[in-house]
């Protein structure tokens, strides 16, 4: 089975950046997987990582740290439309890929 | 576009009463897989299909049930919903064995119990 811990909520202001953090304890690994999920929406996939180091794809940058069992999304200049829930999910490495996700941090943006 | 369809977007039933819900693909991918999400919880996988081959997890309560007719369409079957049965059901799909493939998620189906 997996653990995947990562904070419940976060604030951060307009323009500012912010960094969820993601742990994991797995017993297999093939892959993490970042998704966005507004209220009442389903997830939209943000970003993956499966080698160490720092993935970047415009204001969402993501990394992973594999012998930590630790990721993070960095999300720079932020926006309102920002403000949603962020999902961390861990790719089993099973004959066939099973996902298990976090609980989501909410990120509220404020003005 | 290629995409994942659910329907409806959203359902009411009574206790008691049966009630199925729809995915479609057209991405052509051979895993689909069915999540329960409760307010403020991750994603709760109830079950998969990779190709025809159905897997269950464990926790699945048996009142839920599912059908892949052919390679776009998954039904979720929920044969007695109780109270507690209220929720996000949201439908994916991805590629089997490709790591780097992420999920595609559907917009989900919002189920009410009366």
């Known amino acids: 089975g997996q653990n995947i811990d990562q904070p419940t909520e976060m604030t951060a202001t307009e323009g500012a950046i912010v960094q969820i953090n993601c742990t994991y304890q797995?017993?297999?690994?093939?892959?993490l997987f970042w998704y966005q999920q507004h209220a009442g929406e389903a997830p939209t996939f943000l970003s993956y990582?499966?080698?160490?180091g720092l993935e970047e794809k415009g204001r969402f940058s993501s990394f992973l740290s594999r012998s930590k069992g630790y990721s993070y999304l960095l999300l720079k200049e932020l926006q309102m439309k920002d403000s949603a829930s962020y999902l961390c999910?861990?790719?089993?490495?099973?004959?066939?890929?099973?996902?298990?996700f976090g609980a989501g941090t909410q990120v509220v943006v404020t003005p | 576009d290629a995409m994942v369809i659910q329907n409806p977007r959203y359902q009411v039933t009574q206790f008691g009463k049966p009630v199925t819900l729809s995915c479609s693909q057209t991405?052509?991918?051979?895993?689909m897989y069915w999540y329960q999400q409760k307010s403020s919880q991750a994603p709760k996988l109830l079950f998969h299909?990779?190709?025809?081959?159905?897997?269950n997890e464990a926790d699945t309560p048996d009142n839920f049930q599912s059908r892949r007719p052919n390679t776009s369409f998954c039904f979720l079957d929920i044969r007695s919903p109780g109270l507690g049965d209220a929720a996000m059901y949201l439908c994916?799909?991805?590629?089997?064995?490709?790591?780097?493939?992420?999920?595609?998620f559907g917009d989900g189906t919002r189920l009410s119990i009366l």
């Open positions: 990582n499966v080698l160490d």
């Open positions: 991405l052509n991918h051979n895993v």
């Open positions: 999910a861990v790719r089993e490495a099973d004959s066939w890929g099973k996902f298990q």
């Open positions: 299909y990779y190709d025809k081959d159905f897997n």
């Open positions: 994916a799909t991805s590629r089997g064995q490709s790591s780097n493939q992420p999920q595609h």
């Open positions: 797995t017993s297999g690994f093939n892959g």
